[in-house]
């Protein structure tokens, strides 16, 4: 249901096709049993080799937690050589928080974090607007304060690119 919606809503804001993976098995060589995550690295990899052809721009959603070796967590990771990204919903659903479920947050939060991660995958760079989809947000507070849409700078460089 999440990643159905996001797949009808997040093609538009690219103004093309994106590809939304899910269903995927993680693969058991990402799995860190020291950290019980999964690292992000390995899963992109994975998700490379389903592609069609080395345009195409795939995004994987997951519920397992995911983590880079320089970081304690990460709620998604983008490889922009291989067009491929993941987005985990580990973090963004309120019960990892102690806090009640709320579906009305979850898909808010994924929208906007997934719109952040293609955006990285057409070499749009971290934005400072905290009021942007394109800024980095590594706590909820900031996923929920920010908009789901890009600033102008950020309009205006994803125009150039797409």
Not at 24 to 43: C, D, G, L, T
Not at 87 to 105: A, C, H, N, T
């Amino acid at each position: 249901m999440l990643v159905n919606k996001l797949a009808s809503n997040i093609g538009p804001v690219f103004g093309r096709s994106v590809d939304i993976l899910k269903g995927m098995k993680m693969p058991e060589e990402a799995y860190n049993i020291v950290r019980s995550q999964f690292y992000a690295q390995v899963i992109l990899s994975k998700i490379e080799r389903t592609k069609a052809n080395s345009r195409e721009k795939v995004i994987a959603v997951c519920e397992e937690d995911l983590y880079l070796p320089e970081e304690p967590f990460v709620l998604g990771w983008v490889d922009t050589l291989s067009g491929t990204a993941v987005v985990s919903l580990y973090r963004i659903r309120q019960e990892f928080y102690g806090l009640p479920e709320d579906e009305s947050k979850v898909y808010p939060r994924l929208f906007k974090e997934a719109t952040h991660r293609v955006a990285h995958l057409f070499d749009l760079t971290e934005c400072r607007n905290p009021k942007c989809v394109n800024y980095y947000s590594q706590i909820m507070l900031d996923i929920d304060n920010k908009t789901d849409k890009f600033c102008d700078i950020c309009r205006r460089q994803l125009t150039n690119v797409v």
